[in-house]
């Protein structure tokens, strides 16, 4: 620190009994610095994979990891059994906020991205449906994973545009909780096909497809392509 300061030809740090205090130069000079070091991180974890994706940082949002996350990451066993596998999972803004930062490489996201620095790898089709109890007097409720949840956001618009502004939410992080309330008559949801026939809910349910129904894609940062983007492009998942 002291080879810092007097090479910058200021005080940076007040010395105290319990470490160190930021001086009002050092607190100048604080977000560069963060900034150097994020780069510096940035070029490690670039150099490690200049020749082969040694490790792959993925994320997904919580449906996409009820649908496609394990056979995805089956495939890449298969294909790269050397390369290690990081995964995070949360909702669409998270896992967004998280690629732009470089803190993933790849993410699974519901909806087009509509971002200058991201790239769409990939596509896959979700063939999702609103789900209503079959008996016709039910709550007035939308039902949702998380309320950053891009399907239950899908839905709210949905109904809006219907006339209906007067709808309860509820959040249940469990589909298959989720769709047991929705067969006794508590509400509606937005859910793949998929998640509705692994818990034997689709001869219980009442099923509508929605215009303009959402997509899923495999996203990047344009200017940190995997090495193995080619095969990203090409994987097939259901």
Do not use: W
């Not at 059994?81 to 949360?90: I, R, S």
């Not at 998280?98 to 620095?117: C, Q, R, S, V, W």
Request: charged fraction near 25%; charge should be positive; hydrophobic fraction near 35%.
């Amino acid at each position: 620190m002291k080879q810092l300061e007097k090479s910058l030809g200021y005080l940076l740090f007040h010395r105290v009994p319990s470490g160190v205090i930021l001086t009002k130069e050092g607190e100048k000079l604080y977000p560069m610095a963060v900034e150097i070091i994020k780069k510096v991180e940035i070029a490690q974890y670039k150099m490690q994979n200049i020749t082969h994706q040694e490790t792959l940082r993925i994320g997904s949002g919580q449906a996409n990891v009820a649908l496609r996350l394990l056979p995805f990451i089956d495939k890449l066993n298969k294909k790269y059994p050397n390369m290690q596998l990081e995964l995070y999972a949360d909702a669409n803004p998270q896992i967004l906020e998280k690629l732009l930062g470089y803190k993933l490489d790849i993410a699974f996201i519901t909806g087009a991205p509509n971002h200058k620095d991201l790239m769409i790898l990939n596509s896959f089709d979700d063939d999702l449906y609103m789900v209503e109890p079959k008996k016709q007097d039910y709550t007035n409720c939308l039902f949702g994973y998380k309320k950053d949840s891009t399907h239950y956001k899908f839905l709210v618009e949905y109904e809006k545009n219907r006339g209906n502004e007067n709808f309860k939410t509820i959040f249940i992080e469990n589909y298959e909780v989720m769709l047991g309330c929705v067969k006794n008559g508590m509400g509606k949801a937005y859910l793949s096909k998929r998640i509705i026939d692994k818990y034997g809910y689709s001869n219980n349910l009442i099923l509508t497809k929605l215009p303009n129904e959402l997509k899923t894609f495999l996203i990047c940062r344009k200017d940190y392509i995997p090495i193995i983007n080619e095969y990203l492009k090409r994987v097939k998942l259901h």
